[in-house]
């Protein structure tokens, strides 16, 4: 017998391995976008009016920390007061950037990230909506008779088809629709007209101001300023960089665009209610200031008030804040004056109980003063030194006398409201009226309340972009008003013949606006061209399917 051998599987899995036929793959199996899928998909989300609507409320949240927490451009001193009886939580927060809320990165990024979602999503939207104007109104449905608003209407004797169809579109250009025109012939003619496209322009004039809006602010946090001032009464300020107490520029801004004018407080006048349920509260604030607008101008007397500021050279002074400023003069041991001068307390309640420091470094050793500023003095076993009453009635001084090393020569920077005691040994207490002194202990000089003034702090603040965030701000009300008020709707008119000659007109109407009727400018068309013979007021099942 002839030997058979079994090759079969070596042969075809050698056909298998050398054959250059396509492999089938499975259909079933997913297969990726791509990268430039993730960028559509990525691109798609962000400019959807969900995300933006998101990113607005992100950005109203985000704004929240800079109405509860003081902030840096509009108030340093309580920013810094802040910081020094906070330390650790202070440190994270400024971190954070907590304290300069509007000029954080996270701020920025939601602010920017805001603004390409809306122009992503509106500016296709004006675009598309532009060619629509230019386009011509949408052809009239195949069957009027299953639109919402329907009217067979019967033309006046004599008239033709033709002149049916003139007398409607006439009718409508009066009304200011936008007219399209078939002529007929012979057997059918037909009108189309539309109107209301004010309301979606209103719509995207609306989200235009918005991003006008946007771009106004960033315009001015580029290149506007703002700074702050404490100004005592008979002093001045000079508006440089070096003499605001805070000063916060815009990334784009320029220190020579500061306009060269200077003021000089001449008086500060603070009024307040006496009695009744409100009593101590402010009636008035008011800073007489003799202003020089440019180097060699005449000086000029203006008065600031709260909402009522100084403008000059398109720059705004704005009255912030005031305060009392003790004047202290410090002798030592031979009866010279080492110290001498209106010393700025900070008001920490609604009646001006204020805290300050005096240091006098001239001193061997060195003396250092802390205390309250009382504009009504009054002590109690509860809350010890306080004011009860925000105007200057009783004035008086609690001082707490430090001798020892200052730590001004170290080098690191100090604040001129804090007293740094950690080296310093304490003399005694006391308690001075105007025109008292306090000799103090060991020999170490005296204290005297030569009287006091008042002082206020001033906010200067420069913003080219207000102009155009007040035209978008009007853009938006009124695009507003367009998008509630414009109703948009379509009206249709087809001119037929029926068998033996006779001409049947359909009039119908299609509104494009919820919560609002088109039935009112269907009859009045409907007029226009005959008698109504039959009317249809609701659309029947599928009427959608003639949109």
Known sequence: MTEVRDTAPETVDARQSFSTAPVETDPAAPVGIGVSGWLR?????????????????????????????????????RVNDYLANDPVKGRILDRLGFFDVFSAPWFAAIYLLLFVSLAGCVLPR???????????????????????????????????????????????????????TTSYDGST?????????????????????????????????????????????????????????????????????????????????????????????????????RVVSEPGAAPTTQNIQVNDPLVVGGVKVFLVGHG??????????????????SV????????????????????????????????????????????TFPAADDPAVFLSAWTGDLGLDSGRPQSVYKLDTTRMTRLGIDALRP?????????HGTVTLDGYIQWASFTVASDPGKELALLAAVAAITGLALSLLVRRRRVWVRVSAEPGGVTVVDVAGLTRSEHASVAEDVDALAAAIGTTTSTRTTAPEGAEENR
């Open 435 to 443: 025109g008292e002194s306090w000799t103090l202990p060991g020999g």
């Open 189 to 289: 003619g037909t009108v189309a007209a539309e109107k209301g496209y004010a309301r979606e322009t209103g719509n995207l004039v609306f989200h235009l101001a918005l991003l006008g809006l946007l771009v106004a602010i960033a315009y001015g946090s580029l290149f506007g300023f703002k700074g702050t001032v404490i100004v005592r009464e008979g002093s001045s300020f000079a508006d440089t960089r070096g003499q605001f107490d805070s000063f916060t520029p815009g990334k784009a801004y320029d220190d020579a665009t500061l306009p060269p004018f200077a003021f000089t407080l001449t008086k500060f006048t603070a009024d307040y209610q006496r009695g009744g349920q409100q009593n101590g509260a402010a009636r008035e604030f008011s800073a007489d200031v």
């Open 41 to 77: 998909w990525v691109w798609r989300t962000l400019t959807s009016m969900r995300t933006a609507l998101i990113l607005l409320f992100l950005l109203a949240l985000a704004s929240v920390p800079g109405s509860l927490l003081p902030q840096r451009g509009t108030n340093p001193i």
């Open 126 to 180: 004006s675009l598309q909506h532009w060619r629509i104007l230019r386009s011509r109104p949408p052809a009239a449905p195949r069957n009027l008779g299953r639109l919402p608003e329907h009217r067979r209407v019967e033309p006046a004797p004599g008239t033709s088809p033709q002149q049916s169809l003139d007398a409607a579109a006439a009718w409508l250009r009066k009304a200011r629709w936008r007219v399209d």
């Open 344 to 387: 700025v307390f900070l008001p920490q309640d609604g009646n001006f109980t204020s805290t300050g420091v005096v240091k006098a470094p001239d001193t061997v050793p060195q003396l250092g003063l802390q205390g309250f500023f009382l504009p009504t003095a009054a002590v109690d076993s509860t809350l010890g030194p306080h004011s």
């Open 324 to 341: 009392y400023a003790p004047t202290i003069t410090v002798r030592d041991a031979k009866g010279e004056v080492v110290f001498r001068d």
